[in-house]
Nanobody
């Protein structure tokens, strides 16, 4: 089992940047691939980015490609989401999640979820 805690959210102006962190404890995080998801008010939770166990393979939603970068430091049991050129439509609660198998982009794949961190982008 693994526990996940997100941090790094906040209020930023459009065009700004933030770096989110997802700290894992419990079973070593390198046993899991990690996904970042987000949920805006009144909308369904959606996939943002995912990273393989080793960190050599990454996946992104089309809406964030070229602006967001996911990375991981297994020695620190931490996964990061670097977000650049933020837009008001990026406003949401961001969640990290862990899974040991399945489709990296599918919400149903993930067994473990953090509590979320709020990202608000003002125009």
């Amino acid at each position: 089992q693994v526990q996940l805690v997100e941090s790094g959210g906040g209020l930023v102006q459009a065009g700004g940047s933030l770096r989110l962190s997802c700290a894992a404890s419990g079973r070593t995080s390198s046993a899991y691939f990690i996904g970042w998801f987000r949920q805006a008010p009144g909308k369904e939770r959606e996939f943002v980015a995912g990273i393989s166990r080793s960190g050599t393979s990454t996946h992104y939603a089309d809406s964030v490609k070229g602006r967001f970068t996911i990375s991981r430091d297994n020695a620190k049991n931490t996964v990061y989401l670097e977000m650049l050129t933020l837009k008001p439509e990026d406003t949401a609660v961001y969640y990290c999640a862990a899974a040991s198998s399945g489709l990296i982009m599918a919400i149903a794949t993930y067994n473990y979820w953090g509590q979320g961190t709020q990202v608000t982008v003002s125009s």
